[in-house]
T-cell receptor
Framework: DAGVTQSPTHLIKTRGQQVTLRCSPK?????VSWYQQALGQGPQFIFQ???????QRGNFPDRFSGHQFPNYSSELNVNALLLGDSALYLC??????????????FGSGTRLTVV | AQSVTQLGSHVSVSEGALVLLRCNYS??????LFWYVQYPNQGLQLLLK??????LVKGINGFEAEFKKSETSFHLTKPSAHMSDAAEYFC??????????FGKGTRLHILP
């Protein structure tokens, strides 16, 4: 049973560019949450998608946007990259009716470096 | 807003010694609390969770945590540290809206 798959694993981009990160949730999960983990910090909630809609959002600017597809996979897009966007981006999937209480399944993350 | 504070960004213990990682939560209502572990270059793995069923929660790999409402604490312990326990540990809280809020993490070092 495949867990959460994220791609790519590493990425280097230049300031001002745009980036798209991808996530395939665990089989049977319908909700995808994205987190940003800066070096030496805990993961910070970016947003959550369910039924192809953004369900809730953390304190991140509009440069961060996302999408969820009918097969529950998801993309995270970041426009106008800043050096401060360099981080590990984690995707977590869950089953909405079970809630976070029953645990997220995390992917291994995408390491984004902005130069 | 709910939050958690982890005391000590780095903790070192000798192999075989007691592991104690501290976490205090801020919540106006009984929260759901979690401990996650992150090994190098990996995602987060759930160690254990508190859901109000029992104050002493047992998790994987011999870890346990005790919910103390009077102290607003949820400290993680393991009686005897193993080299394989070296990792980053995150305390987290869920306000009940399917979102999980993480602390800044504590890196556990195991000394031979």
């Amino acid at each position: 049973d495949a867990g959460v798959t994220q791609s790519p694993t590493h990425l280097i981009k230049t300031r001002g560019q745009q980036v798209t990160l991808r996530c395939s949730p665990k089989s049977g999960h319908d909700t995808v949450s994205w987190y940003q983990q800066a070096l030496g910090q805990g993961p910070q909630f970016i947003f959550q998608y369910y039924e192809e809609e953004e369900r809730q959002r953390g304190n991140f600017p509009d440069r961060f946007s996302g999408h969820q597809f009918p097969n529950y996979s998801s993309e995270l897009n970041v426009n106008a990259l800043l050096l401060g966007d360099s981080a590990l981006y984690l995707c977590a999937s869950s089953l909405l009716q079970a809630g976070a209480l029953y645990g997220y399944t995390f992917g291994s993350g995408t390491r984004l470096t902005v130069v | 807003a709910q939050s958690v504070t982890q005391l000590g960004s780095h903790v070192s213990v000798s192999e075989g010694a007691l592991v104690l990682l501290r976490c205090n939560y801020s919540s106006s209502v009984p929260p759901y609390l979690f401990w996650y572990v992150q090994y190098p270059n990996q995602g987060l793995q759930l160690l254990l969770k508190y859901t109000s069923a029992a104050t002493l929660v047992k998790g994987i790999n011999g870890f346990e945590a005790e919910f103390k409402k009077s102290e607003t604490s949820f400290h993680l312990t393991k009686p005897s540290a193993h080299m394989s326990d070296a990792a980053e540990y995150f305390c987290a809280v869920s306000p009940g809206d399917d979102k999980i809020i993480f602390g800044k993490g504590t890196r556990l070092h195991i000394l031979p």
